[in-house]
């Protein structure tokens, strides 16, 4: 009983709806939900044909810690990090669930989008490239992705445009990566500017002229492409993942908020304080009681 209580503490679950102007029957592709979930239950799972009473859509889920198992016609394919699965929610020959002997927590991000016209597509492209599909995590569009989920509104607004261009971008970007297609220009200019902002973390402060110039990149135009792609500022992504350092050296070396803040290069504790709240959504006392770390 212990072991379930605890199972269910470590469970989270957190999505956006998709509001957009305009009748759906026009447009070609939109979002329906996306979220962010952490499952670690064996009793969590979802079966095609078990759906009785949910809208039918098209399901991407894409695994970004632990594992999970993913079933269709043709058997059971495990869903490690970095891969993610595509297919019909009605589908009666479809199932994804946590893994029996599962250790580690199963963290996932998903989107569901519109079925008509896209499921045709999406059956076709499970025939003819398989239904899990390996996607780096630094991909533009997985990274404009999980901007989008792990926001705390439980509604997002999209313009027509917006809403196709995702669905669209994402469908193209896991062709090319079933495909076993070259990474992108546009995607090896992100990974290089994050592994040069990785580089820099432990150092304090990141000086956002110095990183475009290490970049060969003017600061402006470091900021338009990296926004374009990702759907945050350069600045924004620093932020989280300063903030996801802080919390491993709050919890793993016990430092205090005033070295944690020195380290990272805040100018005050209030200010870290500050910045900590506004992206982890809570104050330093309230991390260290809970003990787990936030998807940042």
Same mark, same amino acid.
């Given at each position: 009983?212990?072991? %379930?209580?605890?199972?269910?503490?470590?469970?989270?679950?957190?999505?956006?709806?998709?509001?957009?102007?305009?009748?759906?029957?026009?447009? %070609? &592709?939109?979002?329906?939900?996306?979220? $962010?979930?952490?499952?670690?239950? =064996?009793?969590?799972?979802?079966?095609?044909?078990?759906?009785? /009473?949910?809208?039918?859509?098209? /399901?991407?889920?894409?695994?970004?810690?632990?594992?999970?198992?993913?079933?269709?016609?043709?058997?059971?394919?495990?869903?490690?990090?970095?891969?993610?699965?595509?297919?019909?929610?009605?589908?009666?020959?479809?199932?994804? !669930?946590?893994?029996?002997?599962? +250790?580690?927590?199963?963290? *996932?991000?998903? =989107?569901?989008?519109?079925?008509?016209?896209?499921?045709? $597509?999406?059956?076709?492209?499970?025939?003819?490239?398989?239904?899990?599909?390996?996607?780096?995590?630094?991909?533009?569009?997985?990274?404009?992705?999980?901007?989008?989920?792990?926001?705390?509104?439980?509604?997002?607004?999209? +313009?027509?445009?917006?809403?196709?261009?995702?669905?669209?971008?994402?469908?193209?970007?896991? &062709?090319?990566?079933?495909?076993?297609?070259?990474?992108?220009?546009?995607? %090896?200019? #992100?990974? !290089? =500017?994050?592994?040069?902002? !990785?580089?820099?973390?432990?150092?304090?402060?990141?000086?956002?002229?110095?990183?475009?110039? &290490?970049?060969?990149?003017?600061?402006?135009?470091?900021?338009?492409?990296?926004?374009?792609?990702?759907?945050?500022?350069?600045?924004?992504? #620093?932020?989280?993942?300063?903030?996801?350092?802080?919390?491993?050296?709050?919890?793993?070396?016990?430092?205090?908020?005033?070295?944690?803040?020195?380290?990272?290069?805040?100018?005050?504790?209030?200010?870290? /304080?500050?910045? *900590?709240?506004?992206?982890?959504?809570?104050?330093?006392?309230? *991390?260290?009681?809970?003990?787990?770390?936030?998807? $940042?």
């Amino acid at each position: 009983m212990d072991e %379930l209580h605890k199972s269910v503490r470590l469970e989270k679950v957190q999505f956006r709806d998709v509001v957009m102007n305009g009748s759906k029957a026009s447009r %070609l &592709a939109y979002p329906i939900r996306m979220g $962010l979930e952490t499952r670690c239950r =064996i009793d969590y799972g979802q079966r095609g044909a078990m759906r009785t /009473i949910d809208e039918p859509c098209c /399901i991407f889920q894409y695994t970004l810690k632990g594992e999970g198992v993913f079933s269709d016609e043709n058997g059971e394919v495990a869903v490690p990090a970095g891969c993610g699965f595509l297919c019909e929610s009605h589908d009666p020959n479809i199932a994804y !669930h946590y893994p029996v002997d599962g +250790t580690q927590p199963w963290e *996932f991000v998903y =989107i569901n989008f519109n079925a008509d016209p896209l499921a045709g $597509l999406v059956r076709e492209f499970g025939k003819r490239l398989g239904r899990v599909v390996s996607l780096p995590m630094t991909s533009s569009i997985l990274q404009r992705f999980l901007f989008l989920a792990q926001e705390r509104d439980s509604l997002l607004f999209m +313009t027509a445009g917006e809403a196709s261009a995702l669905v669209m971008d994402l469908l193209s970007a896991l &062709a090319s990566a079933a495909a076993g297609e070259p990474e992108s220009k546009e995607d %090896l200019l #992100i990974k !290089h =500017i994050q592994t040069q902002i !990785h580089q820099r973390l432990p150092e304090g402060r990141i000086d956002l002229i110095d990183l475009a110039e &290490a970049l060969g990149m003017s600061r402006g135009n470091l900021c338009r492409f990296y926004r374009q792609q990702t759907g945050l500022t350069p600045y924004q992504y #620093i932020l989280r993942k300063q903030m996801l350092l802080a919390c491993q050296w709050l919890l793993d070396e016990q430092l205090s908020v005033k070295e944690t803040a020195n380290r990272l290069g805040f100018s005050t504790p209030a200010n870290f /304080i500050r910045s *900590f709240k506004q992206v982890t959504g809570m104050t330093t006392r309230e *991390f260290l009681s809970q003990g787990l770390l936030p998807r $940042l």
